[in-house]
Each structure stands twice: as structure tokens, then as C-alpha cells.
């Protein structure tokens, strides 16, 4: 954290020269009070003159505090603006760089409050704890030597307030302490994650009936929350009134009284010297008092500053030192081993080739590993075991950048950005001519959707276009078909999509690059019918290989897992009235 906040310490250096300036110009009215005090009760005719320039004097330290305080906090809030901006630039530039099986192990919520409520939560430490640091030091610190001057003792009486207010402060950091506030923290983000992920699976969740479920889990997290946040206030609520009681002013003013006033009584303090005491015992609690009251704000953001260098910390997704050019793009599975868990794997030694224009169809039951195989060509995992190849060369000897341009993918979740429609299609391809867009959405069939649109491509997500699921992978199918990479992978990427448009889309994604090497996620007997190959999947291994043809000639696994897929197509036509024609491989 120092180092990223290294450019920015001229800026913090500002803060606390204004503040201490400030601070001490700020002793100048309390001071000017006491001299006048003393003039005014001093024996004798009254030196109108000196009475003047004591006045002048505090007005000039008013003023002086107000100038370099507003300052200071002006310096402090553009400088806390500096430091959110890069944090979310920082935090932004990693999660781009990290694997993307880093994520999978963590919640969207989680991950939103680091990027969001986490950032903002520096505010406190970055704005307004160098300065009120500042002041709780600079203050107390002069304040005591003027009074040290006047009467040690009474001075030592007036810090009474401070030294017990002090002794409370280890009682708010405890490990009880400590311990309800992280569980304070981790209620919070299981709240966001429900919100999240309630709001994401809404449609499902009303369609299927479970929404009493749904919204179970979310008042659960928010019972776990004020439980949470009961039990952290129930524990520190008394020291919080302890330390506001005994740095409150008419404590302070008491304390000074009563000590005051038995000094005078017994002839060791001229009552005229009371007078400085009164006003700057005040003047050494109210720093303590504001950081008292900002304490658990500077713990928060504290708790949120270690939580982003996590994150910052996070290893990115290792580059070669020399990055290796693929020659053609054949691509090898040897020996593939991997596991989300060390002691689970998913897949078990898998070994496959994938010849350039070529279609490879993964199928089998669900939970077997398809996807987790198909994520290992644009790298979102890292075989635990074993090496992937694309024209000869391992992925890890790939740069990220030359990757991508090889390998593009398509999934059945598609992300769309909240951007217009022409740069979600030319996400890959920045510099794209916006005819080249145009193609490759004619391609993609979904060219006539986006001229109905308010304002065509220029129709911004989620603000004047609304598209539907079949819409929003039509989209995603265009932007793979714009970068024209010579490697594929799709994962049930037309699941959406009316049999007529899908085998549009496919015929699109055949005659496009011809050479092209395809690898695809297959649930539907037509995707199986058009593959080369088919790579049948059970318990993470590779248990039947060879055209569809090949395959139910067999017998084996395959033609079961043809059967039951054709039995299910076969039932649902029947149950709307209709006759299923025809063979797929006739």
C-alpha cells in the first residue's frame, strides 16, 4: 500500500503542513482570550492599545486556521479522489489480469464490495485521518507546554480526562473486539452476495416457484447481520459512552474547577491563571474526542484498505518471459489432468487432438467435466498436470494478447457490456470498421434486430436496447465471428437460438474460416450430427471417440446418450402435437 501511494505523498505532506498550521493558528483566539483576561483584571488603568493588538492577533489566527484547514481539507478530498480513482483502476487492471479460476472461489458480491464499498471506505484514512491526527497531537502538545509554563500542576489535573479516555482505547481492540468486527464485515458481504445473486436468478427463481426460498436465504443474512451487528454494539457500546462521558466538557470543565479551585483556596494559583486552563483544557479533548468518534470509521477502512490489497496481491495469470508464436493452429490435449480441489480431480489423463477445420463435439451427462475441458483452451484454468498445445506451442509459453488472438470463445452465459451495440460486437476488435461489424452481425442473424432498435448500433445496453437471451448470444456469436480467430470454443453458444437460425449461425461459422479448428459443448442431437468428431465424457475421461456414425454403430455409451436425447426431442415435439421426420444423419 505504501508503494501505490508513493506519487501521492507531496499531496499528503500538504495536508498535515496546512493542518499543523491551521491547528496552531487555531490556539491563537484561545490564547488572545486569556490575555485579555489579564489585562482586563490586572489592577490599574487598562492599556487600550495592547488590548487592540491582542484582539488583532486572534482574529489573525482565526483567520489563518479557517484559510489553511478549509485548505487542508480541500487538498485531502481531491487527494482522496486521486486514491479511490487509482484503486478502482488498480483493482480493475487486476481482476483483468488474475485466472480466471481466481473468481470462481470467490462471490460476486464479495468482489463488488472490494471494487465498491471498499474503495469509498478509504475515504476516512485517505481525507480526514491525517489532519485530525495532526491536530491531536499538535494541540495537546502546545497547549501543554503553555499551561506547563503557568502552573505544572493544575496541568497535570487537566489531563486527567485524556489518560482515562486513553485507557479505554486498548479495551475497543481486543481480540473480541478485533474478531466482531471481521464478523461485522463478513455479514456484510454475505448480504451483498445474496442481493447479487438473487437479482440475477430472479426470472428463475419466480418461474420455478422458489422465490419463499430466495428470499429465506436473503432475511437469513440479514438476521446474521443484526445479530452480528447487536453483539459488536452490545460489547463496545459502554467504552464508546465511557470515553464520550469523560472527554465531554462540562467533565473537562469539572476536573479543571475542582482542581482549580482547591489550588487557589490553598494560595498556590492566582485565580487569573485559572482562566487559560478552563479554555484549553477544552482545547486538549476535543482532538481526542473526534478521533474517538471517527475510530471506527479509521478501523473500517483500515479492515477495507487490507481487504483491497488482497486483492491487489492476488498473482495475475503468469506471462512467458518469451512469449512463443504458435505455428498453425492444430491443437493437443496430453495427459490433461485438473482439479477446482487437490484432493478431486475432474478430468483424469485426457489425451485429444483437435485437426484445424474440424468440428469436436464434447457430449455426456452433467458434471463430467465437459465445460472445465472446454476453459482449458483460452486458458481460464491451468492443467494441475499434463500440457495444452496450439500449433505445437504450450499455452503457458503463449502471451495473453497473441492467445486471444488465436483462441475466441463463445458461452452459453453471455456477459454483454453496458456499452452500445456496436462495441459489444467489436469488443476484440476495437478498431473495427463499422462495416465489418455490420457483416459479422448479418452473420450472426442478428443484424435486421438491431436496425429495430432506437438507435441501431449506436443503442447503448441496458439504456435504449433490451435484448433477449437468444438476442444477447447472437451478439456474443458476432463479436467471435469479427475477430475470425482460427480456434473456437463454444459452449452451447445457440442454446437460445430457433433451429433456423442456428443452423444459419453454423453454416456462418463453418464457410468463415474454413480451416478453422472447432471445439463445442454439444447438447443438441443437430450440433452432434455436424461434428467430425465426437468425445464422449464420463468421470473426467475420454471413454469413446470417432464420428457420430462410428459411435452408434458401436453401441457403446454414445448411442445410450444418442438415444435418450433423441427419445426426449421426440417427446417434446409429441407433447405439442407434433411428428418428429426424419434422421439427422440421412
Do not use: C
Not at 436468478?201 to 426460498?213: E, Y
Amino acid at each position: 500500500m505504501g508503494r501505490l501511494l508513493r506519487p501521492y505523498v507531496g499531496s499528503f505532506a500538504a495536508v498535515v503542513i496546512f493542518q499543523v498550521i491551521g491547528a496552531l493558528a487555531g490556539l491563537a483566539p484561545l490564547l488572545a482570550v486569556v490575555e485579555l483576561g489579564r489585562t482586563l483584571l490586572k489592577p490599574g488603568p487598562i492599556d487600550h492599545g495592547h488590548v487592540w493588538n491582542v484582539v488583532t492577533v486572534g482574529a489573525v489566527g482565526l483567520l489563518v486556521r479557517l484559510v489553511f484547514t478549509a485548505a487542508s481539507s480541500a487538498i485531502g478530498h481531491v487527494l482522496d479522489g486521486d486514491v479511490q480513482l487509482m484503486f478502482r483502476r488498480r483493482l480493475a487492471s487486476k481482476l483483468g489480469q488474475v485466472p480466471i479460476g481466481w473468481f470462481s472461489k470467490r462471490r460476486t458480491g464479495e468482489l463488488a464490495k472490494v471494487v465498491g464499498e471498499d474503495v469509498t471506505a478509504v475515504h476516512p484514512f485517505i481525507a480526514h485521518t491525517p489532519g485530525e491526527l495532526v491536530s491531536a497531537f499538535v494541540v495537546p502538545l502546545a497547549s501543554l507546554i503553555y499551561l506547563f509554563t503557568i502552573d505544572w500542576l493544575l496541568t497535570l489535573i487537566t489531563l486527567i480526562p485524556v489518560v482515562m479516555a486513553m485507557a479505554l482505547v486498548p479495551l475497543m481492540m481486543t481480540p473480541t473486539r478485533v474478531r466482531e468486527q471481521q464478523e461485522f464485515d463478513e455479514s456484510m458481504g454475505r448480504i451483498s452476495s445474496s442481493v447479487v445473486e438473487f437479482v440475477q436468478g430472479i426470472s428463475v427463481v419466480k418461474a420455478f416457484g422458489g422465490s419463499g426460498r430466495a428470499h429465506r436465504k436473503f432475511i437469513t443474512a440479514t438476521d446474521d447481520f443484526v445479530a452480528t451487528f447487536n453483539r459488536w454494539v452490545h460489547g463496545i457500546s459502554r467504552i464508546a459512552a465511557g470515553m464520550q462521558l469523560v472527554l465531554s466538557p462540562p467533565f473537562v470543565l469539572l476536573v479543571v474547577l475542582i482542581g482549580g479551585s482547591s489550588l487557589i483556596t490553598s494560595g498556590d494559583l492566582d485565580p487569573v491563571d485559572l482562566l487559560p486552563f478552563l479554555l484549553l483544557g477544552l482545547g486538549l479533548t476535543a482532538p481526542v474526542a473526534a478521533l474517538g468518534h471517527g475510530f471506527d470509521e479509521m478501523q473500517a477502512a483500515g479492515r477495507a484498505a487490507g481487504r483491497i490489497k488482497e486483492v491487489l496481491d492476488v498473482q495475475p495469470l503468469p506471462e512467458p518471459a518469451q512469449p512463443v508464436r504458435p505455428q498453425g493452429h492444430r491443437v493437443e490435449l496430453r495427459d490433461v489432468r485438473f482439479g477446482y480441489e487437490e484432493d478431486r480431480e475432474v478430468l483424469r489423463g485426457i489425451d485429444l487432438v483437435l485437426e484445424p477445420g474440424t468440428v469436436t463435439a464434447v457430449v455426456g451427462p452433467s458434471g463430467n467435466g465437459k465445460s472445465t475441458l472446454v476453459q482449458l483452451l483460452p486458458r481460464f484454468f491451468a492443467p494441475t498436470h499434463g500440457s495444452v498445445l496450439v500449433g505445437g506451442v504450450d499455452l503457458r509459453e503463449l502471451g495473453s494478447r497473441e492467445l486471444y488472438r488465436t483462441v475466441s470463445f463463445v458461452f452459453q452465459d453471455v456477459r454483454l457490456l453496458r456499452a452500445s451495440i456496436a462495441d459489444n460486437i467489436a469488443l476484440v476488435v476495437p478498431h473495427a470498421e463499422l462495416d465489418e461489424v455490420v457483416r459479422a452481425a448479418r452473420l450472426a442473424h442478428i443484424h435486421e434486430r438491431i436496425l429495430e432498435l432506437p438507435r441501431g448500433y449506436e443503442s447503448v445496453i441496458g439504456e435504449d436496447a433490451g435484448l433477449s437471451g437468444g438476442e444477447a448470444q447472437r451478439i456474443s456469436l458476432a463479436r467471435a465471428l469479427l475477430a475470425d480467430s482460427p480456434v473456437l470454443v463454444l459452449d452451447e453458444a445457440t442454446a437460445f437460438a430457433d433451429p433456423h437460425t442456428e443452423q444459419a449461425v453454423r453454416r456462418a461459422l463453418a464457410t468463415l474460416r474454413e480451416d478453422r479448428t472447432t471445439l463445442v459443448i454439444a447438447h443438441r442431437l443437430e450440433t452432434i450430427a455436424d461434428a467430425d468428431t465426437v468425445v464422449m465424457l464420463a468421470d473426467g475421461q475420454i471413454v469413446e471417440r470417432g464420428s457420430p456414425a462410428e459411435l452408434l454403430r458401436q453401441n457403446g455409451k454414445f448411442a445410450k446418450f444418442w438415444q435418450t436425447q433423441r427419445s426426449a426431442v421426440a417427446d417434446e415435439i409429441e407433447a405439442h402435437g407434433a411428428v418428429l421426420q426424419g434422421d439427422e444423419f440421412r
